[in-house]
């Protein structure tokens, strides 16, 4: 069993940076592949970025590549989101996902945290 809790969201005003943290408990988390999903209200939920577990595979949306950086520290069992550049459009809840292998669709994640807030103000 994994459990995932994600920090880091706040209001930031376009152009600024933010980073997000996925704690996660459990000694195999560290094998597992970690995604960071968005939900904007009224939008479906939908893939941000994604690193596998030995942190050397890491893939990006479009809408985020280039602004968007995915790392993780398996010795503090946390993967990082660092996020510049922030736009309105990035406005979303912000979840941390754990499964077995590097994927793009929510279905391929076995646990999910909470969710943290991200707010974008122009």
């Known amino acids: 069993q994994v459990q995932l809790i994600e920090s880091g969201g706040g209001l930031v005003q376009a152009g600024g940076s933010l980073r997000l943290s996925c704690a996660g408990s459990?000694?195999?988390?560290?094998?597992?592949?970690t995604a960071w999903f968005r939900q904007a209200p009224g939008k479906e939920r939908e893939f941000v970025a994604v690193?596998?577990?030995?942190?050397?595979?890491?893939y990006y949306a479009d809408s985020v590549k280039g602004r968007f950086t995915i790392s993780r520290d398996n010795a503090k069992n946390t993967v990082y989101l660092r996020m510049s550049s922030l736009k309105p459009e990035d406005t979303a809840v912000y979840y941390c996902?754990?499964?077995?292998?590097?994927?793009?669709?929510?279905?391929?994640?076995?646990?999910w945290g909470q969710g943290t807030q991200v707010t974008v103000s122009s």
């Open positions: 690193i596998s577990w030995t942190g050397r595979t890491t």
């Open positions: 459990g000694r195999t988390f560290s094998m597992y592949a």
């Open positions: 996902a754990a499964g077995r292998a590097v994927g793009f669709s929510m279905g391929e994640y076995d646990y």
